[in-house]
Antibody
Framework: QVQLVESGGGVVQPGRSLRLSCAAS????????IHWVRQAPGKGLEWVAL????????HFADSVRGRFTVSRDNSKNTVYLVMDNLRVEDTAVYYC???????????????WGQGTLVTVSS | DIVMTQSPLSLPVTPGEPASISCKSS???????????LDWYLQKPGQSPQLLIH???DRTSGVPGRFSGSGSGTDFTLKISRVEAEDVGVYYC?????????FGRGTRLEI
């Protein structure tokens, strides 16, 4: 069955960096875009980043552009979110999610991980 | 950026009764393909979001038939024909027409 498992969250001071991982299984990983979505405590969902299936496209929310980067290793079925210069307002649960259709379908996210909590605090 | 506006933000319902949530986008989500790049999610308490409807009206596999999505362009609606207790949670619409992808603020459905 399809599984997405995030890891790498934790407590970090403002201005520091953190790398999140999203390990996927149960589908042909190299055919699907992977997204990162976050949810601040008690708040709604915010789309953060997209890593395209073939590595040709990376897109970011305005709030993280220039500070976050995304990459993937199709040999390990893993996507990474590297977060630099973290701010208090980046505190959230970070989910990775799989696109519902292959090859840049951009048609909704049909499987989500359980999320990993990132807390930015001094 | 495309702004997604949901209403209402809170929706008290009675089991067995219908429910409807509106989502409006600041620009058309209709592509030349004829598909609307609008999705609906439900986040139940303590869980990750789950995809209910994608491409405006396509119900995802395993989603009960009481859920339906309609609309085109800038106006969309999620309808629940007869609400059940397990439908409680926050409903979000989201556009995937163009980056940055954007969610609505969410509608909390309460029994």
């Amino acid at each position: 069955q399809v599984q997405l498992v995030e890891s790498g969250g934790g407590v970090v001071q403002p201005g520091r960096s953190l790398r999140l991982s999203c390990a996927a299984s149960g589908f042909t990983f190299s055919l699907y875009d992977i997204h990162w979505v976050r949810q601040a405590p008690g708040k709604g969902l915010e789309w953060v980043a997209l890593m395209s299936f073939d590595g040709s496209e990376r897109h970011f929310a305005d709030s993280v552009r220039g500070r976050f980067t995304v990459s993937r290793d199709n040999s390990k079925n893993t996507v990474y979110l590297v977060m630099d210069n973290l701010r208090v307002e980046d505190t959230a649960v970070y989910y990775c999610a799989k696109d519902a259709l292959p090859a840049a379908g951009r048609s909704g996210f049909d499987y989500w991980g359980q999320g990993t909590l990132v807390t930015v605090s001094s | 950026d495309i702004v997604m506006t949901q209403s209402p933000l809170s929706l008290p319902v009675t089991p067995g009764e219908p429910a409807s949530i509106s989502c409006k986008s600041s620009q058309s989500l209709l592509r030349d393909s004829g598909y609307n790049y609008l999705d609906w999610y439900l986040q139940k308490p303590g869980q990750s979001p789950q995809l209910l409807i994608h491409l405006g009206s396509d119900r995802t596999s395993g989603v009960p038939g009481r859920f339906s999505g309609s609309g085109s362009g800038t106006d969309f609606t999620l309808k629940i024909s007869r609400v059940e207790a397990e439908d409680v949670g926050v409903y979000y619409c989201m556009q995937t027409l163009q980056s940055p992808f954007t969610f609505g603020r969410g509608t909390r459905l309460e029994i």
